[in-house]
T-cell receptor, first 114, second 110 residues
Framework: EADIYQTPRYLVIGTGKKITLECSQTMGHDKMYWYQQDPGMELHLIHYSYGVNSTEKGDLSSESTVSRIRTEHFPLTLESARPSHTSQYLC?????????????FGQGTRLTVV | GQNIDQPTEMTATEGAIVQINCTYQTSGFNGLFWYQQHAGEAPTFLSYNVLDGLEEKGRFSSFLSRSKGYSYLLLKELQMKDSASYLCAGIDNYGQNFVFGPGTRLSVLP
């Protein structure tokens, strides 16, 4: 069973607010990811990390930022939320930095910006 | 490019066998993964192929042909709980990240 947790599960906030989506894993995985997924649509990679102090932007342009100060923790921050940020955000981790190992996903955060 | 293509929707009957195909550009990926995602939930890992051939795992099997850029997921003895989206994902050569296809929404009918 995967040990990767995201909080909050659901969030409704007003435009212009700063928010941080939390993601933690207890598996000691070096590689972590953030994906964005609209309902019924495909997952898009927005950020990833190879390990502590490593952060990279993914394929989908995003106004969010991430940090990786500890192996187990990979928070995602939106400095000023907008309605266009409304989506589901999925955090994942994998054992291998080279990618040839399955990714374990958290339950996701469904964000609504009003 | 890293395009991954899958049929958008499929329908099958309980107890039947269904094959979900996935095609991709051969130069882009190192391995091919399959994930299951129920509506509103996170994806869960089903299987992966790095080498050509068939990998069998209970009711689920996955096949890969690297030269043809082709994979399929075979589901046997379908159950109602198999109604979900099935995501094909490759590992890109550059950042070693998962690139997901659009997913195939499978509906299993009684």
């Amino acid at each position: 069973e995967a040990d990767i947790y995201q909080t909050p599960r659901y969030l409704v906030i007003g435009t212009g607010k700063k928010i941080t989506l939390e993601c933690s894993q207890t598996m000691g995985h070096d590689k972590m990811y953030w994906y964005q997924q609209d309902p019924g649509m495909e997952l898009h990679l927005i950020h990833y990390s190879y390990g502590v102090n490593s952060t990279e932007k993914g394929d989908l342009s995003s106004e969010s930022t991430v940090s990786r100060i500890r192996t187990e923790h990979f928070p995602l921050t939106l400095e000023s939320a907008r309605p266009s940020h409304t989506s589901q955000y999925l955090c994942a981790s994998s054992e291998s930095p080279t990618g040839v190992a399955e990714a374990f996903f958290g339950q996701g955060t469904r964000l609504t910006v009003v | 490019g890293q395009n991954i293509d899958q049929p958008t929707e499929m329908t099958a009957t309980e107890g039947a066998i269904v094959q979900i195909n996935c095609t991709y550009q051969t130069s882009g990926f190192n391995g091919l993964f399959w994930y299951q995602q129920h509506a509103g939930e996170a994806p869960t890992f089903l299987s992966y192929n790095v080498l050509d051939g068939l990998e069998e795992k209970g009711r689920f099997s996955s096949f890969l042909s690297r030269s043809k850029g082709y994979s399929y997921l075979l589901l046997k003895e379908l159950q109602m709980k198999d109604s979900a989206s099935y995501l094909c994902a490759g590992i890109d050569n550059y950042g070693q990240n998962f690139v997901f296809g659009p997913g195939t929404r499978l509906s299993v009918l009684p």
